[in-house]
């Protein structure tokens, strides 16, 4: 079975959380509800044993059985809607006890004698999210070996991979795929036993240093320094060219960008939207710093074009003043120092498609040997 603790987010096979250990023992929430402990004979000594044993767990199957049948009556929409809702709460509201006192008056009754239940299977409704939504982006990159459905998603998904290689194996397990090339214990926890799962990790490692050292001699090879923006190179550009690299520059960034006209703008130098919100940017190619008139501008174009925001980029830095009015009218000021943090993005995301356009990461000899080692 994989868990995840509430508590910290770590996925993994054990019942307690390998992050927060014996404290996160109760919010180290299970995939499936059935190996909730509530479910779990506990042991009351070799004559009570015995004696109740058998009975005791028929009991708890039963209980498990009509428990399991409402959860999935029940979860959509209640237990999908509710994990949307809760987070627009205000922090005073307990929308956690008014939710399980409506799947009592849904005729959920297990819940008054199990009342801990409840946020458990929240925690679960949550945890299958999750899982459902890592399974959806990472299907495509099943293959026929245990190596080459590494790579094909390490490749995507880069360091990341550390944290979601639980998911990655419980997925494998689920479809019976490669199972030759993976111990398994299904009979028992864990899942994947911590020796072999540290054979797998390693396997990943090797791999993800092989992809690493295959793009970065792809870009030492292909990488074009005039695409290397520095933030001197900004400072020497007019403000027309200014404008069209804050185009490009937030487009790298992930925002759909429209241009304005040369002349009356009305404030207005470019348009980004992400997330459907749309927001205008004033552009300021200074050698000085910026005042007022630049967020009053901004403001002026953020009510003429109907924007959901306003935002001033500078090379330069800002005037006491005009933080002062931003932050009151909710205007994002970028200077010259949150711009190379966005040009860092920019340069690093640069590199990286460089490295994607023009070469496959070559097959790892080290991965292919703790591939082939038991």
Request: proline share 5%; with cysteine.
């Amino acid at each position: 079975m994989l868990f995840s603790c509430v508590r910290c987010g770590h996925v993994g096979f054990d019942e307690v959380c390998a992050t927060c250990g014996p404290i996160g023992r109760d919010s180290n929430i299970p995939l499936d509800p059935a190996y909730y402990p509530e479910f779990q004979y506990v042991s009351q000594g070799v004559v009570k044993d015995l004696l109740r044993k058998k009975r005791t767990e028929r009991e708890l199957r039963a209980t498990l059985e009509t428990v399991l049948a409402k959860y999935r009556e029940f979860e959509d929409p209640y237990f999908v809607n509710y994990m949307h809702l809760a987070g627009q709460a205000p922090p005073e509201r307990d929308d956690l006890h008014l939710f399980h006192l409506v799947l009592v008056r849904l005729g959920f009754d297990e819940l008054l004698d199990l009342p801990s239940l409840t946020p458990k299977l929240v925690g679960t409704a949550s945890f299958r999210f999750q899982y459902d939504s890592f399974v959806a982006r990472t299907k495509g990159h099943l293959r026929s070996t245990l190596e080459e459905t590494l790579r094909s998603w390490i490749d995507e998904r880069g360091p990341a991979f550390r944290e979601d290689l639980p998911m990655l194996l419980f997925l494998i397990w689920e479809k019976q795929l490669m199972l030759g090339s993976i111990t398994f214990n299904p009979t028992s926890l864990p899942l994947v036993p911590e020796p072999e799962h540290l054979r797998l990790q390693a396997i990943c490692e090797a791999i993800y240093l092989d992809i690493r050292v295959s793009r970065f001699k792809t870009a030492l090879e292909t990488f074009d320094p005039d695409r290397f923006i520095t933030i001197y190179r900004v400072d020497a550009m007019g403000g027309y060219a200014f404008e069209e690299f804050l185009g490009a520059l937030f487009t790298t960034l992930g925002y759909d960008i429209e241009t304005t006209k040369r002349a009356g703008d009305q404030g207005a130098d470019l348009f980004a939207r992400r997330f459907g919100r749309r927001v205008v940017v004033q552009a300021k190619n200074y050698a000085e710093s910026v005042g007022n008139a630049a967020v009053q501008q901004v403001l002026a174009a953020k009510t003429f074009f109907a924007c959901d925001d306003a935002m001033v980029v500078t090379n330069s830095y800002f005037t006491a003043s005009a933080k002062e009015l931003a932050e009151a009218a909710g205007v994002k000021l970028v200077d010259r120092r949150e711009l190379q943090r966005y040009l860092d993005d920019y340069n690093q995301t640069i590199m990286d498609q460089a490295a994607r356009d023009n070469a496959e990461p070559e097959s790892s000899a080290d991965a292919s040997t703790l591939l082939t080692s038991t």
